[in-house]
C-alpha cells in the first residue's frame, strides 16, 4: 500500500489542524478518512443533473443525506449554504465552494470566477473552502492571482483549502485529453505547488487509442490503473488527494474504484452523482457500502 499524507505530515496553522482534525476524526468515517458529499453539480451543470432522481433537486435532499449517511462533509455554494445548512449547523460539516460557473460557454479558455470569500465560509461555521482551478487553461494567469488571493485569506482565517485540480483548454486536449494520465498527473503536482491543503482530482482514464498524443515520456507508459493512481497521489505530495466519483456508475465499478484510490495513499473520496442521483434507501445503501470500505483503510 502507497504512503499516505497524515496531519503530521503537513505544515498547517492551528486552524487548519483543527478544523482537518473535525473532518477526519469527528465526522463521517472517522478514521482519518473522508467523505464529502458535493452539491455544486446545479451551477456547473445545471439542473440537468437532477433529472434522474428528481427528488434530489431539492439541496434538501443532500443535506439530510449527508447527515443520516454519516459523510464528513457537504460541498455546497454559498446560496444553498444559507438556505439550507442552518437546521444542519454543527452536525454536518460544511465546505464552501468559493467560485464557481456555468458550462453554457465552451472551456476552451475556462475560468471559475470567486462567488464567495473565505470571511463569509467562516461567518457559515465552514471547516474547509473548495476552489476549483483550471490547469492548462489559457486564463491560468488570472487563475494563479484569483487562487493566490483566496489561499491568502485561508493563512489569515486558519481556514483548509481543497482545489479542485482540473486540466481544461484546447492545449490540454490536443495532448490526450483531459483525463489522460499527463494532465491528471500535472493537475495533482499544480496543487501541492500552488498550496492547496487538499485537492480532488478524477481518475486517470487510460485510453490506449490516446497514450501516443500525451507528451514524452508519458506516450511512452503502460501503467495499470493501480499503478496510474499511485502517480498521481505521489505527484500530489504532502498535499491530501481527493478523488472524484465522476458520472454514475455500477455498485461494483464504483466500490472497486474507490479502494484503489484508497490503496494508492489517498485520503478519501467525493461522490456526489454516484450518490444522490439514486433513490433515498439506495442512496443510503451505497453511502454504506462505500463507509464499509473506508473503515478498512484507517489513517
Known amino acids: 500500500m502507497a504512503k499516505y499524507v497524515t496531519l503530521d505530515d503537513m505544515d498547517l496553522s492551528l486552524g487548519k489542524r483543527t478544523r482537518l482534525h473535525r473532518l477526519l476524526y469527528e465526522h463521517g468515517p472517522g478514521n482519518g478518512t473522508l467523505l464529502l458529499l458535493p452539491i455544486d453539480q446545479g451551477m456547473e451543470h445545471g439542473p440537468v443533473d437532477f433529472f434522474a432522481n428528481p427528488a434530489s433537486g431539492d439541496p434538501e435532499y443532500q443535506a439530510k443525506l449527508a447527515l443520516e449517511g454519516g459523510y464528513s462533509g457537504i460541498v455546497y455554494q454559498i446560496g444553498l449554504a444559507r438556505k439550507y445548512m442552518r437546521p444542519y449547523a454543527g452536525k454536518v460539516p460544511l465546505v464552501l465552494k468559493v467560485n464557481g460557473k456555468t458550462n453554457i460557454p465552451p472551456d476552451d479558455e475556462a475560468l471559475s470566477p470567486q462567488t464567495a470569500t473565505v470571511e463569509e465560509a467562516v461567518a457559515l461555521g465552514a471547516d474547509a473552502v473548495g476552489y476549483t482551478l483550471y490547469v492548462g487553461s489559457p486564463a491560468q494567469a488570472e487563475d494563479f492571482i484569483q487562487l ?98 465522476g458520472s454514475k456508475l455500477s455498485d461494483e465499478d464504483l466500490i472497486e474504484k474507490a479502494d484503489m484510490c484508497m490503496k494508492a495513499g489517498a485520503t478519501g473520496l467525493i461522490f456526489g452523482r454516484n450518490m444522490w442521483q439514486r433513490p433515498w434507501d439506495e442512496a443510503l445503501a451505497i453511502t454504506a457500502k462505500v463507509k464499509q470500505m473506508l473503515a478498512q483503510h484507517s489513517r
Open 148 to 245: 493566490t488571493e483566496i489561499r491568502n485569506e485561508c493563512d489569515r482565517f486558519g481556514m483548509p483549502l481543497i482545489v479542485w485540480s482540473y486540466p481544461r483548454g484546447a492545449a490540454v486536449e490536443s495532448k490526450g485529453t483531459r483525463d489522460s494520465l499527463y494532465a491528471i498527473d500535472y493537475a495533482a503536482r499544480m496543487a501541492c505547488e500552488l498550496g492547496a491543503d487538499l485537492v480532488k482530482l478524477n481518475m486517470p482514464k487510460l485510453d490506449h487509442a490516446k497514450v501516443g498524443e500525451q507528451p514524452k515520456p508519458y506516450n511512452e507508459l503502460s501503467l495499470t490503473q493501480q499503478e496510474a493512481l499511485d502517480k498521481i497521489v505521489a505527484s500530489a505530495g504532502k498535499t491530501m488527494v481527493l478523488v472524484s466519483g
